[in-house]
């Protein structure tokens, strides 16, 4: 019986150390449910921070203050899509960072905010010296334009040409993205890929499924990722808050 409740305190104590991120794609948009998804957000606080994958405000970027205000009120690391470039540096300004593409750390998390829509070999080697240096527990790469995908747009070959080897050297275990207005969890070469553009753009159905394709939801979306040292989960939520899909990566 001792036993028993030393490891119910012990998994306990573990989601109380677990680093908790929000993530949002493709939410900039004027749809019913991007406040809901909004909302949602907030019933599943704490959060440590708040992570977007591009096109936060349609159609051309400009920022709307009161769609960022209704987030919950923690600190906003962006990526940029497509929608944002025409007014990139107000975005810039507004979120606090000096480029589009960074690297943050969250506890036992790295993330790494590849900028898609201009990959040039500036910023390839910089992830690459990122990626080689981090000594993060785990290694999460967030972009806009997603490397696989079976939704409108589909995958990026050319990014993924040039990103997959990196990944594969220097131990990436999640791929973030958005761009496609679904929900989709692929696996490729060991490495989890989740299309969560979801956020509040309005919804696209999905073409025909690629090789990769685990999981499919033509629904509202967003995730929550919980990190401790031994495992990496992420949920995919609704708008209302249920669960579309859970996927835990171990060490």
Known sequence: ???RVLWFLVALLGLAFAQRIGVIGDWGADSPHRPQIAQALHQKEPLEALLTLGDNFYPRGEPLQHFVDELPRVKIYPAFGNHDVPALEQQLRL????????????????????????????????????????????KVVALHRPLYSSGFHGGNRSL????????????????????????????????????????G??????????????VRRVSPNFLVLEATTEKLTVTAYDQKGGVLDRVEIRK
Do not use: N
Not at 169 to 174: I, M, S
Not at 202 to 212: E, G, I, N
């Open 95 to 138: 979120f606090g960072v000096e480029q589009p593409y960074y690297t943050v750390q969250l506890g036992e998390v790295q993330i790494f905010i590849v900028y898609s829509e201009a990959f040039t070999p500036q910023q390839r080697a910089w992830l690459e010296s990122a990626l080689k240096t981090s000594q993060a527990c785990w």
């Open 201 to 214: 753009a309005y919804l696209r159905d999905f073409r025909s499924a690629v090789p990769q394709s685990k």
């Open 160 to 199: 993924r040409q040039s990103l997959e080897p990196l990944l594969l050297r220097y131990g990436v275990r999640l791929v973030l993205a958005g761009h496609d207005h679904d929900y989709e969890r692929l696996e490729a070469r060991g490495i989890v890929h989740l299309v969560a553009g979801g956020g």
């Open 1 to 3: 019986m001792h036993l």
